[in-house]
């Protein structure tokens, strides 16, 4: 079992979740999320108060797969949330030592079947 994790834009998660769907992956859990890398963060001033307007606005997607599952969906996100610009995201995957489904009890990729 893999877990993997991406971080995209939020302007193109509606094409990831999209082209998710194409390949039968549904199951996945998202959080908006803010943040900053290459493009460093900036803040201004109004009235005295100084706001960070350098994060930006991401979304965090985390997915369980099966190995069968993995390289498809590592591929489908690469694909949607790709615009060839600075701050497209990153996806890290990671292994997972159990994984069990709270109502059935069931473990492994059959705990995600379910």
């Not at 979304?59 to 590592?74: Q, R, Y």
């Amino acid at each position: 079992m893999k877990k993997i994790e991406a971080i995209v834009r939020a302007s193109k998660f509606g094409e990831v979740k999209d082209a998710l769907a194409e390949r039968e992956i549904y199951f996945f859990t998202f959080y908006e999320v803010k943040g900053y890398g290459h493009q460093k963060g900036e803040t201004r001033s109004y009235r005295g108060t100084v706001y960070d307007v350098g994060y930006l606005a991401r979304i965090k997607i985390e997915i369980i797969v099966s190995e069968h599952f993995l390289e498809t969906a590592i591929s489908v996100i690469e694909a949607a949330a790709k615009t060839g610009e600075k701050g497209d995201g990153l996806i890290y995957v990671s292994d997972l030592d159990k994984t069990i489904n709270i109502r059935t009890g069931k473990t492994g990729s059959e705990a995600i079947n379910t």
